[in-house]
């Protein structure tokens, strides 16, 4: 999740007119999503996803929001002040704007914080419509939250932390309306049968006007937000997950603006429209090849780490992102993407200060991987990987439809079959479901890294109750759940950085997963509109929606 905003302070009267005189308040705008969300509720397991971030980003409230170059700040709409008053005990006291509300005009104020925070601390005392335990994205951060008490108006909001928590300000952000989902529920209110103006309610620029499962997802100007209003009548968020159809749509002015996974020949087709503007800029997300460790073969830390040296990620990337992106490189990193201050390079199994050379597996290593096989039991015979008997053969699966996830399942596919495994593609529609029932064997797909590293703490942390809600792969470390710990209580941030460094070094002896390569991020729109930026954060171009516009 992202948690991280553009400096939106509320404009004066003058400035206001000014804006709208510039842009026709009555024109709207489409633009591509590449994926359909299964829960419109971004705060649980299922629906947090970019797509849907896309959407809820300026309906839902965040306190803070990230900006194109990842620098976080406070909505200044939203919030008059947000204060660390205390380290021990840790206290954050926010205070709201008194005229901060929902569309149906109940205040934004601390009954919304007490709530996100029950539905996202972990806590068993807790629960959901029915009494069921809460499904949340993620706890960090709020299962350290030991109390939240409030002024009587409701405007002060003091969060008392039982341990230190680093990256507080990714918290609260964004925000569910309280008093909808405790009626319809958390876990199942916002699912797409259920999705409506009575549920999907918005206390930011934009409101729910209309979802049409399978086409789009419509938001109108909300006229009840008390900061600037949007330059746009209508955002159409339409679904299109086939990037040949994003190509045609954006040539035939079908579809205005678009935030696709950038592949080869839908860059091509897109420069040969002369009306488009593009904004390509390396992001947050990287690729990356995942092991289910629940898989026997699997298992075998060996195998993962022999199926990671047949790989030359130096090499994919010149076939893939590489032919129309420059300067992207392999992500040795988890927690960290190249370009970041933090980044060091521990694909070697260690973690210094100033570490950034290539490690073991930027390049392929065929004949090392062959060795560390017959070192641990396996047999190669006629091309054919074999242990106690057993041919070595796995699935590989990734989004059905995505060009540049094909292309890599293609090139692991053809090294694999270097090392005598034998792999078959079997993709899938529904990526989030085939993660949640950890129904593969190999996988590719992407994860965002954002400003606050503790926003991966669910990939990577063993999985409980309350902690690792996204980890897909069966993976438990102690070591790396003390480090995680350890990191998210060190308010010194060199000292928190050094910690996560030291777990991404043990998750690269462990193979837990390969990253591929920081994937280049790319906004392309018709040069008509106006105010359109990339955003490098998973937040995308819509950290800045209310902004965009047509001239008159």
Same mark, same amino acid.
């Given at each position: 999740?992202?948690?991280?905003?553009?400096?939106?302070?509320?404009?004066?009267?003058t400035a206001k007119n000014r804006a709208?005189?510039?842009?026709?308040?009555?024109?709207?705008?489409?633009?591509?999503?590449?994926?359909?969300?299964?829960?419109?509720?971004?705060?649980?397991?299922?629906?947090?996803?970019?797509?849907?971030?896309?959407?809820?980003?300026?309906?839902?409230?965040?306190?803070?929001?990230?900006?194109?170059?990842?620098?976080?700040?406070?909505?200044?709409?939203?919030?008059?002040?947000?204060?660390?008053?205390?380290?021990?005990?840790?206290?954050?006291?926010?205070?709201?704007?008194?005229?901060?509300?929902?569309?149906?005009?109940?205040?934004?104020?601390?009954?919304?914080?007490?709530?996100?925070?029950?539905?996202?601390?972990?806590?068993?005392?807790?629960?959901?419509?029915?009494?069921?335990?809460?499904?949340?994205?993620?706890?960090?951060?709020?299962?350290?939250?030991?109390?939240?008490?409030?002024?009587?108006?409701?405007?002060?909001?003091?969060?008392?932390?039982?341990?230190?928590?680093?990256?507080?300000?990714?918290?609260?952000?964004?925000?569910?309306?309280?008093?909808?989902?405790?009626?319809?529920?958390?876990?199942?209110?916002?699912?797409?049968?259920?999705?409506?103006?009575?549920?999907?309610?918005?206390?930011?620029?934009?409101?729910?006007?209309?979802?049409?499962?399978?086409?789009?997802?419509?938001?109108?100007?909300?006229?009840?937000?008390?900061?600037?209003?949007?330059?746009?009548?209508?955002?159409?968020?339409?679904?299109?997950?086939?990037?040949?159809?994003?190509?045609?749509?954006?040539?035939?002015?079908?579809?205005?603006?678009?935030?696709?996974?950038?592949?080869?020949?839908?860059?091509?087709?897109?420069?040969?429209?002369?009306?488009?503007?593009?904004?390509?800029?390396?992001?947050?997300?990287?690729?990356?090849?995942?092991?289910?460790?629940?898989?026997?073969?699997?298992?075998?830390?060996?195998?993962?780490?022999?199926?990671?040296?047949?790989?030359?990620?130096?090499?994919?990337?010149?076939?893939?992102?590489?032919?129309?992106?420059?300067?992207?490189?392999?992500?040795?990193?988890?927690?960290?993407?190249?370009?970041?201050?933090?980044?060091?390079?521990?694909?070697?199994?260690?973690?210094?200060?100033?570490?950034?050379?290539?490690?073991?597996?930027?390049?392929?290593?065929?004949?090392?991987?062959?060795?560390?096989?017959?070192?641990?039991?396996?047999?190669?015979?006629?091309?054919?990987?074999?242990?106690?008997?057993?041919?070595?053969t796995l699935r590989i699966t990734s989004?059905?439809?995505?060009?540049?996830?094909?292309?890599?399942?293609?090139?692991?596919?053809?090294?694999? &079959?270097? =090392? +005598?495994?034998?792999?078959? @593609?079997? #993709?899938? *529609?529904?990526?989030?479901?085939?993660?949640?029932?950890? %129904?593969?064997?190999?996988?590719?797909?992407?994860?965002?890294?954002?400003?606050?590293?503790?926003?991966?703490?669910?990939?990577?942390?063993t999985k409980t109750r309350s902690t690792?809600?996204?980890?897909?792969?069966?993976?438990?470390?102690?070591?790396?759940? &003390?480090? =995680? +710990?350890?990191?998210?209580? @060190?308010? #010194?941030? *060199?000292?928190?950085?050094?910690?996560?460094?030291?777990? %991404?070094?043990?998750?690269?002896?462990?193979?837990?997963?390969?990253?591929?390569?920081?994937?280049?991020?790319?906004?392309?729109?018709?040069?008509?509109?106006?105010?359109?930026?990339?955003?490098?954060?998973?937040?995308?171009?819509?950290?800045?929606?209310?902004?965009?516009?047509?001239?008159?």
């Amino acid at each position: 999740m992202v948690r991280g905003r553009l400096n939106r302070s509320t404009a004066s009267g003058t400035a206001k007119n000014r804006a709208a005189a510039a842009f026709d308040t009555n024109a709207g705008i489409v633009y591509s999503l590449d994926e359909e969300p299964v829960n419109f509720n971004f705060l649980t397991s299922d629906g947090n996803g970019v797509a849907m971030l896309q959407i809820v980003d300026r309906v839902w409230p965040s306190v803070f929001h990230a900006d194109p170059a990842a620098i976080v700040s406070m909505d200044k709409a939203l919030m008059d002040s947000v204060t660390l008053v205390s380290s021990n005990p840790q206290t954050v006291v926010y205070n709201v704007n008194h005229r901060a509300t929902w569309q149906d005009g109940v205040p934004f104020n601390a009954d919304d914080f007490v709530y996100n925070w029950q539905a996202q601390s972990g806590l068993p005392q807790y629960t959901d419509v029915g009494g069921v335990p809460f499904d949340a994205a993620s706890t960090v951060g709020y299962n350290q939250i030991a109390s939240i008490t409030a002024s009587p108006d409701k405007f002060t909001v003091t969060t008392t932390y039982s341990t230190p928590f680093a990256d507080w300000r990714s918290l609260f952000s964004p925000m569910a309306p309280a008093h909808i989902m405790q009626r319809v529920g958390w876990n199942k209110g916002l699912l797409p049968a259920a999705v409506g103006a009575g549920t999907f309610i918005s206390a930011g620029p934009f409101l729910f006007a209309s979802y049409t499962p399978g086409k789009d997802f419509v938001l109108n100007r909300n006229p009840q937000y008390w900061g600037t209003p949007s330059n746009l009548a209508t955002v159409d968020f339409r679904f299109v997950n086939d990037p040949a159809q994003v190509a045609s749509g954006l040539a035939g002015n079908e579809i205005d603006a678009s935030y696709p996974q950038p592949e080869l020949d839908l860059v091509r087709q897109l420069k040969k429209v002369p009306t488009l503007k593009f904004d390509e800029r390396p992001g947050l997300t990287y690729e990356h090849l995942d092991f289910n460790e629940a898989n026997p073969f699997l298992a075998d830390v060996n195998l993962r780490r022999a199926i990671a040296l047949s790989i030359d990620r130096t090499d994919l990337i010149a076939q893939t992102v590489g032919q129309y992106a420059t300067g992207i490189v392999p992500d040795n990193n988890h927690f960290f993407a190249p370009g970041q201050p933090e980044y060091r390079d521990n694909s070697g199994g260690w973690t210094t200060a100033t570490a950034t050379a290539g490690g073991p597996y930027d390049h392929a290593d065929i004949e090392g991987a062959r060795r560390l096989l017959a070192g641990s039991g396996y047999i190669l015979s006629r091309g054919v990987l074999t242990r106690a008997g057993r041919p070595v053969t796995l699935r590989i699966t990734s989004t059905l439809g995505n060009t540049l996830r094909t292309a890599e399942e293609a090139y692991v596919i053809a090294q694999l &079959a270097k =090392i +005598g495994i034998n792999a078959t @593609e079997q #993709d899938t *529609a529904g990526l989030r479901t085939t993660l949640s029932w950890h %129904d593969f064997d190999l996988i590719i797909f992407a994860w965002s890294d954002t400003p606050f590293p503790s926003g991966s703490d669910p990939i990577f942390q063993t999985k409980t109750r309350s902690t690792g809600a996204q980890n897909y792969d069966s993976y438990a470390n102690r070591t790396v759940d &003390a480090l =995680i +710990g350890l990191a998210g209580l @060190e308010l #010194d941030h *060199a000292k928190q950085v050094s910690l996560y460094n030291q777990a %991404d070094a043990i998750l690269w002896k462990d193979m837990v997963t390969l990253p591929l390569f920081q994937k280049p991020t790319l906004l392309v729109y018709q040069s008509r509109y106006k105010n359109m930026v990339n955003n490098i954060t998973t937040e995308g171009p819509v950290s800045s929606m209310e902004q965009w516009g047509l001239p008159k």
